[in-house]
């Protein structure tokens, strides 16, 4: 019975060492599990973290973006609205400059009288026989009386470029040819005494420009029974209203 006795406890001795033995290498793998996966987990962690910081970088990056391009937006309506006033205050003011002239001229023939727009100008067009003698430049009789009349529209109108622009027909310079060499020296000559007189009358001179075009622009208009060359030497007053000065007046008055 002894022997069995200590048989037994040796077998059960024997028994707890190796199950201990077995217990602490679980113990251990399972410790190297968690702590893998606790770093993994930190790992992970990190470049979650990582990858938010970008994105919020990135969301604060289409904010601004999203931001500039509502303010560009913004100020491109603004302009396009602008534009629109000013083109329409543009139209208002070649309007009544129009009306003027037709007040103030109100006993001329129209043929005499003539206008076309371009390129959002008003184009008056005066007769040769209205301001000069045939081949000359300085201004006759008539044309002492129209350009006074013609300064005093202009007087009202400050915020108006005016281009004077001398016109002749296809007949070459032949009686005055000691005063002009050809339609260039004559156009150019009837243009610039033009503006003269007009800077005399109080239009000032830096609303103007004097130009001459010789025989290159027939206007193609036919006055019947009269001089078909007429309208042909003329002067051309290209009246251009300055849109932004005037867009300022309007609004200086809101």
Known sequence: ?????????????????????????????????????????????????????DTQKEV???????????????NA????????????????????????????F?????????FTT????????LTDNVLFRKGRAELSRSGKNVVPTLAEVFKKHPNMRINVIGHTDKDPVRRTRYLYKDNWDLSVA??????????????PAAQMTAAGRADLDAM????????AG????????????DAESLYKVYKGMK
């Open 1 to 53: 019975m002894k022997m069995n006795f200590k048989l037994l406890l040796a077998i059960f001795l024997t028994a707890g060492v190796l199950t201990s033995c077995v217990s602490s290498k679980k113990y251990k793998s399972l410790q190297e599990e968690y702590e893998a996966a606790q770093m993994a987990h930190k790992k992970r962690l990190e470049a979650l973290k990582g990858e938010l910081m």
């Open 60 to 74: 604060s990056k289409l904010k601004g973006e999203s931001s500039r391009l509502k303010s560009e937006a913004m």
């Open 77 to 104: 309506r603004k302009d396009a609205e602008s534009a629109l006033k000013m083109q329409q205050l543009k139209e208002k003011e070649i309007a009544n400059i129009k009306m003027q002239i037709k007040k103030a």
């Open 106 to 114: 109100s006993g001329l023939d129209d043929p005499n009288l003539h």
């Open 118 to 125: 371009k390129n959002g100008k008003l184009i008056l067009s």
């Open 190 to 203: 009837r243009a610039a005494n033009v503006v003269r007189a007009l800077t005399k009358a109080g239009v």
């Open 220 to 227: 193609g208009i036919q006055m019947d029974g009269k001089d």
């Open 230 to 241: 007429a309208l042909e030497r003329r002067v051309d007053f290209a009246l251009d209203p």
